[in-house]
């Protein structure tokens, strides 16, 4: 997919998005484009710099993430089995402004600027149960732990 083929977002609704995600829990926020039970999903997410995602996989061969710069910048690491940091790609304007995440790869994602606007795609329907399966050597989202941990990973990233 081509960058000129990424659904269009009007300035008033990247401020609206990005506003929702300062204020969320998470510090992101989701724009979901495809409707429940569609196989092929596609979302803007709008992510604060202080994010804290888990690393995950994506169990099932079709679950390959696509994932393209909007604004800002962010970087996706990639873990082995054991949590260890096996790489770090960094997704910024000018360079590399897109990425792939093969399926059943541990992965999460860094933000490198103070607010990170992605848009993302993958085929399979959604069900919250078997979507993502979360790395239990990881810290949870929104725990004591998961602070220092993201604070490690931003090194890791920045390092790249």
């Given at each position: 997919m ?23 829990k998470?510090?992101?926020y989701?724009?979901?484009?495809h409707?429940p039970?569609d ?8 992510m ?7 690393p995950?996989?994506?169990p099932g061969?079709?679950?390959?993430e ?6 800002g ?18 997704i910024?304007?000018g360079?590399?402004?897109y ?5 059943f ?8 600027t103070?607010?990170?606007?992605s848009y993302e795609t ?6 919250p149960?078997t979507?993502?399966?979360?790395a ?5 989202e929104n725990t ?15 390092l790249?």
């Amino acid at each position: 997919m081509l960058m000129n083929s990424i659904p269009k977002l009007q300035p008033m609704e990247i401020n609206e998005y990005l506003q929702k995600a300062a204020d969320s829990k998470r510090r992101r926020y989701p724009k979901i484009l495809h409707q429940p039970g569609d196989e092929f999903n596609q979302v803007f997410n709008f992510m604060m710099e202080d994010t804290y995602m888990q690393p995950h996989l994506h169990p099932g061969e079709e679950k390959i993430e696509k994932m393209y710069l909007v604004m800002g910048s962010f970087a996706v690491v990639f873990f082995n089995n054991k949590g260890k940091v096996r790489k770090v790609s960094v997704i910024e304007k000018g360079k590399c402004e897109y990425i792939e995440i093969p399926a059943f790869t541990w992965h999460t994602y860094v933000m490198l600027t103070d607010k990170v606007v992605s848009y993302e795609t993958m085929m399979g329907k959604y069900d919250p149960s078997t979507w993502k399966t979360l790395a239990a050597w990881a810290p949870a989202e929104n725990t004591i732990e998961s602070g220092p941990y993201l604070k490690e990973l931003k090194q890791r990233a920045q390092l790249a």
